[in-house]
C-alpha cells in the first residue's frame, strides 16, 4: 500500500474514531435527559395517585352526607359508588354485589333514560331527570 494511501487510511479512521465519540457524547446526554424525565415522571404519577386517593376519600364522605339517593357510575352504566340512600332505594349492596343502572330502569323508561344518557356524554351534564326504577325485590319505585 502506498504512503498516500496509508495517511488517507489514517484521517479516515481519526474521523471515526471522533464522529463516534461525539455520538457516545450525545448518547450520554440524552440518556441522562431520559433518566431524569424518568424519575420526574414517576414523582408527577404518585402525586397524582395521591390526589386521586384522596378526592376518591372526599366522594365518599360527600356521598354519605348526602340526604337525597346518590349514585356514581362509570361510563358503561356500572356502580362504582353510591350513597345509603341509594342502597336503601335501589336496595343493593355494592359491598356484595354489582349493579349496573341498566338493570334497574324501568322498562318503559328506558328511551328517555338513554337519551338522557347521551346528553350526559355529549354535553357532560343533565338535569331534571325523573324516571322510574325497578327495585331488587322488582319494585317500581
Keep these: 500500500m502506498k504512503k498516500e494511501e496509508v495517511d488517507i487510511l489514517k484521517r479516515a479512521l481519526e474521523r471515526e474514531k471522533k464522529a463516534r465519540k461525539e455520538a457516545e457524547k450525545i448518547l450520554e446526554t440524552k440518556s441522562l435527559e431520559l433518566y431524569n424525565t ?33 349514585v356514581q357510575i362509570d361510563i358503561h352504566g356500572n356502580v ?45 351534564y343533565f338535569s331534571n331527570y325523573t324516571a322510574r326504577i325497578i327495585t331488587k325485590s322488582k319494585q317500581i319505585k
Excluded: P, R
Design 38 to 70: 424518568t424519575l420526574a415522571l414517576k414523582k408527577t404519577n404518585q402525586q397524582l395517585e395521591k390526589n386521586i386517593y384522596e378526592n376518591q376519600s372526599q366522594i365518599k364522605g360527600f356521598f354519605k352526607s348526602f340526604n337525597d339517593a346518590f
Design 80 to 124: 362504582k359508588n353510591m350513597n345509603n340512600n341509594a342502597s336503601a332505594l335501589f336496595e343493593y349492596d355494592l359491598s356484595k354485589e354489582s349493579l349496573n343502572v341498566v338493570d334497574v330502569i324501568y322498562k318503559e323508561d328506558f328511551d328517555y333514560a338513554m337519551k338522557s344518557f347521551k346528553e350526559l356524554l355529549a354535553k357532560g
